[in-house]
C-alpha cells in the first residue's frame, strides 16, 4: 500500500430502534475505504444513510454490526474519552449551519479547538491566525459571530476545523444554506487546503456545484453504497 | 480553559446573571443573619455577664437554688477571705462582691411626709472601691443621664425613668424600706447623686445602684454577699475556661453537705443561657441547611434551563473532541465560578448590612418588658471575621450542587442525539 489509509469500514450496519422492538435499518452492510490525502463525498437522495455514516466515521455513533476502523482504531471498541480523543486529535467537522458558539469571538471559536489539545496561548494565537489566513478571514478575528456573514461563518467553520491540522475532515452538506458564489469559494478554500495540506476530506451532498470539485464520488442509495468511482473534477470552474 | 469558561460566563448573561442573583441574595441574607444571630448573642452574653452572672458566680447552694428570688437571708459571709483566696487561686480573673436586694424606695418632701413611693430592686457594686473595674464594666458613666457618680457611702443612683416617676432630682434624699438579712425590718437613707438608663428593660424599669459596704450596713450583712462574680482578664467569655474555673473550685467543696457552702457557677449554667446558646447553634445550622437546599432546587432548575439552551454548544464542543465529562466537568467549573462571584457580591452585601445593622440596631425594648432573659434592648448585629467566609459555603454548595444535578442530563443524552441537534 503506497497511500497510508484513513479509514476501512466493513460490512457497516446501522439499525435504529423504532419501538415496538422494532428496527430501521439506516446503513446495510457498507464497505469502504478511504486513504490519505482523498477529496471524496457521499451523494444520495434524502434519507439515503450519508449523516449515519459519517456520525459513525466521525465516532459520535457505533455501528451496530461490522466494524468501522478510523485511523487505526475500531470505533465500537473506543470508550467516551478514547472517542473523544479521536475526534479532538484526528478528525475536523463541519456542519451544514456552520454552528458557532454565539459568545466567542471569531478568534475565540477556532482557538477552542486547540485549547482542548493544551497548545500553549503563544502557539494558539499563531496557528489560529494562520488558520484564519487560510480562509481569508484574519481581519474578522474579533468580530463576533452574529456580526458576520453565512459564507464568512462558514469558512471560520473551516478554520476552525482545520486549526488542529486533523487526518479527515467530515463535511455534512456544508454549502446547503450558502448561494452558489459563497459555495463556490468554500469548495475551493477546501480543495486548497487538500492540495496544500493533504489534509482527507469526506463529504456528504446532493449539491452538483460540491459534486464538481470532488475526485472520488461514492453513491449511498437505501442504507447501501450503489456506485463508487473515481471521476476527475472539472479544474476549470472559476 | 477557565479563563475561556470564565469569559462565556461573562458575556453570557443568561448564563450567570439568574444564578448570580440568587446566589447573592440567598448569601447575602446568611451573612446578614449570622452577623444578626453573632451580634445578638455577643450583646446578649456580654451583658449578662457584666450585669448579672460574671463569667463564673459563687453563691451558696441555697441562694443559688432559689436566686431569682434575690433570698438575702441566703448570702455568702466570710467573702472578704473568701474573695482573697480566689485571687490567690485564679490571679487572671477578677473578683467583685455584689448584693441583690429588693425593698421599697419613699421619697420625702420637706416636711419629711411621702412625695412619692415605688418598688426597687437594689444592686450593691464595690462602687467605691478604686481596685476593680465595675464601673467601666456596668457602664456607669456613659449611662449616666444626669448627675454624677457616689464619691461617699450613703449616697446612690437610680434609673432616670423611675427617678422621674417618683419625682427625685440630684441632691434628694430617699429613704430606703426593706427586710435585712436576718429578716428584721431596716431602712437606710440615700442621697440621690444621679440618675442612669443602661438600655436593659429590665435594669431601667426600677433600680438603685448602692455601694457594696453601705449594703451590707443596711442589710446586717457584715463580711457578706450575694454573690461573688468573676470575670476573665481578657474581658470575653470563654467557656472552656469558666468551665475548668468552676471545676477546680467546687472540688474543693464537693464534700461539704452545709446549704451554705459556696459553689460556682458558669455563665452558661444561669439565665438559661445554656438552652438559647444550643437553640441559637441549632436554628442557624437549620437555617443554612434550609437555604443551601431551597437555592440549590431553584438553581438545579436554572441550570437545567441554561443547559437546554446549550445542548446545540455542547454538541459542538462533543464534535471538536472534547468528552462528555471533560464537558460536565466544565459545567462544574462554571458553577464554581458563578458561585465564586455570586458568593462575592452577596458577602459583601450582606456585610454591608450587618454593618448598618450594627450601626443602627433594631429597637426591641418593646417586647422585652415580660423577658427574664437580660437582652439588650436594641439588638444590633456584628461583623466578624467568619462573616467574610461564611456565605460561600450556601452559595458554592448551592450552585455546584444544583450544576451538578443538572449537568447529568448530559451523561443521559446519546452523543449522537446530543449532536443531531447540530443540524436543524
Ligand atoms: N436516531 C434515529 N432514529 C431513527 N431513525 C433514524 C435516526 N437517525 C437517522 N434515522 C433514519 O435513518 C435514515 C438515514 O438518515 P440520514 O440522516 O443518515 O440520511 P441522509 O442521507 O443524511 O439524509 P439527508 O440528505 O436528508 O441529510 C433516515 O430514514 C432517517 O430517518
Ligand atoms: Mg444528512
Same mark, same amino acid.
Given at each position: ?104 469571538? +471569531?478568534?475565540?471559536?477556532? =482557538?477552542?479547538?486547540?485549547? #482542548?489539545?493544551?497548545? !500553549?496561548?503563544? @502557539?494558539? &494565537? ?83 456545484? +460540491?459534486?464538481?470539485?470532488? =475526485?472520488?464520488?461514492?453513491? #449511498?442509495?437505501?442504507? !447501501?453504497?450503489? @456506485?463508487? &468511482? ?9 | ?424
Amino acid at each position: 500500500m503506497s497511500t497510508k489509509q484513513i479509514l476501512k469500514l466493513d460490512n457497516v450496519v446501522k439499525k435504529f430502534p423504532v419501538g415496538d422492538g422494532r428496527y430501521f435499518t439506516a446503513l446495510k452492510g457498507i464497505n469502504l475505504e478511504i486513504d490519505k490525502g482523498e477529496f471524496a463525498g457521499l451523494v444520495g437522495p434524502s434519507g439515503s444513510g450519508k449523516t449515519t455514516l459519517l456520525n459513525i466515521i466521525g465516532s459520535l455513533d457505533s455501528p451496530t454490526e461490522g466494524k468501522a476502523i478510523v485511523m487505526g482504531q475500531n470505533i465500537s471498541e473506543l470508550t467516551h474519552k478514547e472517542s473523544a480523543k479521536l475526534r479532538n486529535i484526528h478528525i475536523g467537522f463541519i456542519f451544514q449551519v456552520y454552528n458557532l458558539l454565539p459568545v466567542y469571538t +471569531v478568534f475565540e471559536n477556532v =482557538e477552542f479547538a486547540l485549547i #482542548l489539545q493544551n497548545v !500553549s496561548a503563544s @502557539e494558539r &494565537k499563531k496557528r489560529v491566525m494562520e488558520a484564519l489566513e487560510w480562509v481569508g478571514l484574519q481581519d474578522l478575528a474579533d468580530k463576533k459571530p452574529d456580526k458576520i456573514s453565512g459564507g464568512e461563518g462558514q469558512r471560520v467553520a473551516i478554520a476552525r476545523a482545520i486549526v488542529k491540522k486533523p487526518d479527515i475532515m467530515l463535511a455534512d452538506e456544508p454549502t446547503a444554506n450558502l448561494d452558489a458564489k459563497n459555495a463556490h469559494q468554500i469548495m475551493r478554500i477546501m480543495k486548497k487546503l487538500n492540495e496544500e495540506l493533504d489534509t482527507t476530506f469526506l463529504f456528504s451532498t446532493h449539491d452538483e456545484k +460540491v459534486m464538481k470539485y470532488l =475526485e472520488r464520488i461514492i453513491t #449511498l442509495k437505501d442504507g !447501501s453504497i450503489a @456506485e463508487d &468511482k473515481q471521476v476527475t473534477p472539472q479544474k476549470t470552474l472559476k | 480553559m477557565i479563563k475561556f469558561l470564565f469569559k462565556g460566563i461573562i458575556r453570557d448573561s443568561s448564563r450567570s446573571v439568574l444564578p448570580i442573583i440568587i446566589i447573592s441574595l440567598g448569601v447575602a441574607l446568611t451573612v446578614l443573619l449570622s452577623g444578626y444571630i453573632t451580634g445578638m448573642m455577643g450583646d446578649t452574653i456580654d451583658q449578662n455577664a457584666r450585669f448579672e452572672t460574671g463569667h463564673v458566680k459563687v453563691m451558696t447552694k441555697a441562694y443559688a437554688e432559689n436566686k431569682d428570688q434575690v433570698p438575702i437571708d441566703l448570702a455568702l459571709l466570710g467573702v472578704d477571705s473568701l474573695v482573697k483566696s480566689l485571687q490567690n487561686e485564679f490571679p487572671d480573673m477578677e473578683w467583685v462582691k455584689r448584693i441583690r436586694f429588693g425593698g421599697l424606695i419613699d421619697v420625702p418632701d420637706e416636711q419629711g411626709e411621702t412625695k412619692g413611693q415605688g418598688p426597687a430592686s437594689g444592686l450593691a457594686i464595690e462602687l467605691l472601691s478604686t481596685k476593680n473595674n465595675e464601673v467601666e464594666r456596668l457602664n456607669l458613666k456613659s449611662s449616666l443621664v444626669t448627675g454624677s457618680l457616689p464619691t461617699q457611702r450613703s449616697e446612690a443612683i437610680i434609673g432616670h425613668e423611675f427617678a422621674e416617676k417618683l419625682r427625685i432630682s440630684i441632691g434628694d434624699s430617699v429613704t430606703y424600706f426593706g427586710t435585712s438579712m436576718n429578716g428584721s425590718m431596716t431602712f437606710a437613707n440615700f442621697v440621690v447623686t444621679g440618675t442612669i438608663r443602661f438600655g436593659i428593660a429590665s435594669m431601667d424599669k426600677g433600680a438603685i445602684i448602692v455601694d457594696v459596704w453601705d449594703a451590707q450596713q443596711m442589710l446586717d450583712m457584715e463580711d457578706g454577699a450575694g454573690e461573688i462574680l468573676g470575670f476573665l482578664n481578657t474581658g470575653v467569655y470563654d467557656d472552656e475556661k469558666a468551665e475548668k474555673v468552676k471545676n477546680a473550685f467546687n472540688s474543693k467543696h464537693t464534700g461539704n453537705k452545709d446549704e451554705f457552702a459556696p459553689v460556682m457557677l458558669k455563665l452558661r449554667n444561669q439565665n438559661n443561657l445554656d438552652g438559647l446558646l444550643t437553640y441559637v447553634d441549632l436554628a442557624s445550622g437549620l437555617f443554612v441547611a434550609i437555604f443551601v437546599f431551597a437555592m440549590s432546587l431553584v438553581l438545579w432548575n436554572t441550570g437545567l434551563i441554561a443547559g437546554l439552551r446549550r445542548y446545540n454548544e455542547f454538541g459542538i464542543r462533543l464534535a471538536l473532541g472534547e468528552s462528555k465529562g471533560g464537558i460536565y466537568r466544565t459545567l462544574v467549573y462554571e458553577a464554581i465560578l458563578i458561585g465564586i462571584i455570586g458568593s462575592f457580591v452577596g458577602t459583601a452585601i450582606g456585610l454591608g448590612l450587618t454593618y448598618y445593622l450594627q450601626v443602627v440596631g433594631i429597637d426591641v425594648s418593646g417586647y422585652m418588658d415580660q423577658a427574664n432573659i437580660m437582652m439588650p434592648s436594641t439588638l444590633r448585629a456584628k461583623v466578624t471575621p467568619s462573616l467574610f467566609y461564611i456565605g460561600f459555603i450556601p452559595g458554592l454548595f448551592a450552585m455546584v450542587f444544583g450544576n451538578m444535578l443538572a449537568g447529568i442530563g448530559i451523561y443521559r443524552r446519546e452523543t449522537a442525539t446530543l449532536f443531531k441537534e447540530l443540524e436543524v
